[in-house]
């Protein structure tokens, strides 16, 4: 392994350490000065409980302790693999998340290829055909698309696709009333388009927009001017010339879209009822499920910190020039 690539590996280990040392610390504070209090979250606002049997359920939970012996005491149990149990699934959140994830991760899957395909190609198409009505067109929706609240759109497909038209089922991440066991996979993606269409709409019209303008400076360069000069032609150049030029910015992009879909789940999930992992933040932070709440930021951030690092490792494979530049350091 290059040494400058052993180094960049190794900086961005020590700043990745140091993210999710902050994230652990900022959502324990977070989630100690909501207002929400746990036990009544949990046995209900009309449940009467003693005062014995509360001081019971706090000490189970270990919430007799003062804050910072709580931190410390989760951070001990984290050190041997243990996140704690969560209040509202009594469930180790291990086990949570381990569930919910498979369920976001095939619905963030989907969305990140179809936002960086549909994307990119939107970007090409009116780069190339710039000053026309199909890149006035392209511009118009994307424009639209990137200021609509992704829960809006979620509610408008949801209105068109599965009531008006019956297309797709209302919500949810499998049919109602069978077990996990007897759902096929094709009930799984025909549940899974809805949400994952909402969730890429807003990543496409970024990437578009990036790659259209990234695009028409490649086009206007002397040496794409020199190649159609040569006699090639517009997308033979775009695509022997352009293609390479434009796609590191467009993988740079959409590695960094990973965590602007952890945010766009939450909404889509709650939208359409999708058991994933950001309703599951939802349930926690409305329940004042501090453990559950802060092992999905920690892994959140672990996650979003991933893609950001195969995006660095994915630069010199992609551009010579930057791998030409490690090998000579």
């Known amino acids: 392994m290059n040494k400058s690539i052993a180094k960049m590996i190794g900086v961005s280990f020590l700043r990745g350490i140091t993210l999710l040392v902050a994230v652990v610390i900022v959502t324990f504070l977070l989630a ?152 096929t996979i094709w009930e799984r993606l025909h549940h899974l388009v809805l949400p994952a269409v909402t969730l890429s709409i807003t990543g496409v019209s970024g990437i578009a927009l990036h790659t259209r303008q990234k695009l028409i400076d490649i086009l206007e360069s002397d040496f794409m001017l020199f190649a159609q000069a040569r006699g090639e032609g517009k997308w033979q150049a775009i695509r022997r010339h352009g293609f390479r030029n434009i796609l590191l910015p467009a993988v740079t992009l959409q590695f960094a879209a990973i965590s602007e879909l952890f945010g766009g789940s939450v909404l889509a999930e709650n939208v359409f009822s999708y058991t994933g992992l950001g309703q599951a933040a939802v349930l926690a932070g409305t329940h004042g499920d501090t453990p559950l709440l802060m092992g999905i930021a920690l892994f959140s951030a672990l996650f979003v910190f991933c893609g950001n690092m195969i995006a660095n490792l994915l630069y010199p494979v992609i551009d010579p020039q930057i791998r030409e530049a490690a090998h000579g350091e």
Not at 42 to 47: C, N, P, R, T
């Open 32 to 183: 100690d000065a909501s207002p929400i209090d746990p036990i009544s979250a949990y046995v209900g606002s009309e449940s009467a409980i003693s005062e014995e049997q509360r001081e019971a359920i706090a000490r189970y939970w270990g919430l007799d302790q003062p804050p910072a012996g709580r931190l410390v005491s989760w951070l001990k149990a984290l050190a041997q693999g243990d996140m704690g149990k969560s209040y509202y699934f009594q469930q180790p959140v291990t086990a949570v998340i381990g569930e919910r994830f498979t369920q976001s991760l095939m619905l963030m899957g989907v969305a990140w290829v179809l936002s960086g395909i549909f994307g990119f190609l939107l970007g090409v198409i009116a780069a190339a055909c710039r000053h026309n009505p199909i890149d006035k067109g392209i511009k118009t929706v994307c424009l639209l698309m990137s200021s609509s609240p992704p829960f809006w759109l979620g509610l408008l497909l949801m209105m068109v696709f599965a009531v008006k038209l019956g297309w797709f089922p209302l919500g949810l991440s499998a049919p109602i009333g069978k077990l996990a066991s007897e759902v």
